[in-house]
């Protein structure tokens, strides 16, 4: 993509010379690595594959001629909303147009591929991407007792023409809802949390016979192919966790009981009533996508506080943050928005922005590609002209994979 | 002038309450209290960077310099070092308490007045005030061309609407109606139009009536008309009594607003107005006032989809009066100040920012005389800030209103309030109950 004239006004040092290599220069550089602590002059070195090189004090990495450098007075690696519906719940919100996150025919449903539902050219990707964000963790939303799977892309894809290369992740979780907004509704199963819990127990057996007999099963004599069994199959062999979006007290306990009957990988969402449990959550090793610290204190959600995310991490559990789903307006919220504000409520600042880079690329397992500023790891760049979680700054570029995608947005 | 006006008038104020308490005696004195140290923002004037707010009983009697402003030596001093002094904030649409207007019987319910509604006791109040609201224009929804009459409320502590309204001359308590149009009121069904023209058509056809039942008021005599709830209530928007606050979105539905502003001449505050960008010009000529809205991403629906962030700076440079509201639970009261945040991001200048949150509002409401400054002789709504109002981290550490403090944040169950927990979502008083863990 071209760098655009604006952005090399305010980029002066740009060299918009095709197929140079790039390097990113910060008053503030935050590599997200150890202690937090930002590299003052900072300089990231780039490869011509879009790949992180070098990290560094503008005083022990020079930047050799011929590169075409960015600058910003703060710089931090792209920020990773670690759970959206972004790209599936679209801009205008019209069933059977661009409402695709929800599918309420079955309570059960892990067959939905997050990758068959992804459309990278809604307004939305654009509109966060335009902000900082580079990746997310996307696909079926909160709203039924197992509503489908999500993947892990960059926010610079467009159409998904080849799932392994477009994505990080094509199969990342298989979301599941407790509480009455996963109950099937209208006389439909489940309708009490205790039949919720039945259900997916009994579903979870099948799909440990169905793994017995695929582990048996030579390589001429496959078990009847199952999409649904297949991919609860997954979940128990530990190779993508369930996302249980649980909100009040008893429905996390609830989790926490079935990941203790199950053994799979639990990752808890939403978790309103988290600061309730907080041992029990620990004690468990289980990781909580916080809900956006302005989602709104209604149904389910009533007893929420904007100090969650404080209190994980003071209790030591590891948390990052998630724009949600939101049905209505604003259509998405925006990560490191939601993430400034926890700070307002106590977390502390290098945990905030953690919480939406490194923190999170290591709760959704892809912190060896993105999330902090290492060599070898992906070119994502955000910069700015000022603290990254105010309000007022500005992200005045956007990097992905070593390309600008994205410049000043007044 | 050698003594300011500013400098003068608290020394009149002295020189009142010397009079008052040599001539009382038993009677209980008015309270004086006298805020000191902090950096001030009036809004209406230049900003204080050590300042003294003093009030007295309900009223600002002084702001200014630490220093220039004599601290009368039965006031009670507060140290606010290093925190800020803001106006009370003012939301032109909110939907606290519990509000409701018309019901599902017809599209226009002029003779519906929502004050006959609210909760007052709903703990959105109690997060409004914790928000730094002081008052609030609380409306019906937009799934009506006029779905009521609207509540102006100082969000003062009491238990019943009557506490609260803010009140007209003679008496009756204030506010205005609410009308709409585009998609959320075009229903095609119970009544409710179908189509953009249908739904101009309908407003017309009783505004028109309206003008005749005025006509014939008017003439007295023998024979005056019966009484009409709903004409009533069409002829004080007739005669400009009654502010019409207008939900409307897209730039087609704005110009019908102002269309039919210009047919029948009533006061209007447009609403939301989400591409007011798109006709700025248009708005400006017809010197109307926008209260507009900041989301954190645009759509939801169709005439959202253009919401963009520069409205407020492309209705400033126009010289539009423009205020922001939270339109609560859209964005809930407590995030107000982020809107200020937003349209500075995107080009409003900081004054123009923080007018959009006091004054402004207060203007819309026909209520900039007592309320929506730090100004001497206007009602003492203000809030107490830990830092600069633009700035996310900031935090309303206590609101008042009329002088009385209606927030805390250091009382626990006000701090409920303010950041939510275990019974955050009750109503206030519920006995036997939580708000511990």
Redesign the interface.
Known sequence: MKISPLLTILLPLTVATAGAQMAVQAELLYPMTGDLKPIEDGVVLCSKDGKIEKVGPAGAVPIPEGYQVLKAKVATPGFIDAHSTVGLS?????DRHDQEQLEKSAPIQPELRAIDAYNGRD??VK??RQLGITTIHTGHAPGALVAGQTMILKTNVPTITDPEKNTLRPFSMVASTLGPDGFGGGGKAPGSRAKSLAMLRENLLKAQSHLKKRKKAKEDETPDPDLRMDALADVLEKKVPLLITARRHHDIAAALRLQKEFGFRLVLDGAS?A??LLEEIRDAGVPVLVHPT?A???GEN??????LAAKLHAAGIPFAFQSGY?G???????VH?EA??A???GLPWEQALAGCTSAAAELLGIADQVGSLRAGLDADFALFDGDP??????CIGVVIDGTVVSELR? | MFLSLRYLFPLLVLALIAVVSLGGGHETPVPIRAYVGARIIPVTSPEIADGVLLVKGETIAAVGKRGEVVIPDDAEVIDVKGKVLFPGLVCTHSHIGKVQGGDGSSPIQPDVRVLDSIDVLDSTVEKARAGGITMANLMSGSGHLLSGQTAYLKLRDGNTIEDLAVRNEDGSMAGGIKMANGTNSIKGSGGSPGTRGKSAALVRAQFLKARSYREKLAKGGDDPPERDLAMEALVEVLEGKRVVHHHTHRHDDIITVLRLKKEFGFKVVLHHVSEAWKVADEIAEAKVPCSIIY????????E??DLEW?NGAELEKRGVLTAFHTDD??N?SR?FL?SA??A????MSRQKALEAVTIAGAEMMDQARHTGSLTVGKKADFVILNGDP??????VLETHVEGRKVFDLDDPRDKLWA????????KRRASGCCFT?
């Open positions: 679209g801009i205008l919100n019209l307004p939305l509109w966060i009533e600061y309730l302005m709104r204190p209604y009533e007893n929420m506080t904007f100090t939101e209505y307006v604003p259509k998405t919220r925006v928005f400034a504000l700070v307002t409520y979680l105010e309000t007022t700054t500005h007044k | 989301l954190d991403s645009p759509g939801g629906k169709l959202a989809r520069k639970p859209i809930d995030w982020r945040g937003l500075v991001r995107s080009g633009l700035s996310v981290y900031t935090r950041e939510g927990g275990f019974g955050a979502g009750h863990r």
